[in-house]
């Protein structure tokens, strides 16, 4: 079993930045895939952007050049840098972690507002 803590989200301007965090625990030594998605009133969940564990990046179009996702292994922590940020940007965001065997965890979401 996987627990995900996420922190980070908040209200920020049109133009700001913030940095979410996702701290895994327990079945960590399984994790292949690391990511983010982001749900927005009426919408669908929508990927975000992902790594692997050798640090293979993939981005949404959408936020391509304006937010970078990393991930510290020994802290088994991923990170959403999220600059230039938009109107349309707000959402709920979701950590994300795939294992082997097919197990697919996700967690709490953190509220992302950006407004002036």
């Known amino acids: 079993q996987l627990q995900l803590v996420e922190s980070g989200g908040g209200l920020v301007q049109p133009g700001g930045s913030l940095r979410l965090s996702c701290a895994a625990s327990g079945s960590v030594f399984s994790i292949y895939l690391m990511g983010w998605y982001r749900q927005a009133p009426g919408k669908q969940r929508e990927m975000v952007a992902t790594?692997?564990?050798?640090?293979?990046?993939n981005y949404a179009d959408s936020v391509k050049g304006r937010f970078t996702i990393s991930r510290d292994n020994a802290k088994k922590t991923v990170y959403l840098q999220m600059n230039s940020l938009k109107a349309e940007d707000t959402a709920v965001y979701y950590c994300n972690m795939k294992r082997t065997g097919g197990y697919n965890d996700w967690g709490q979401g953190t509220q992302v507002t950006v407004s002036s």
């Open positions: 790594i692997t564990t050798i640090d293979i990046t």
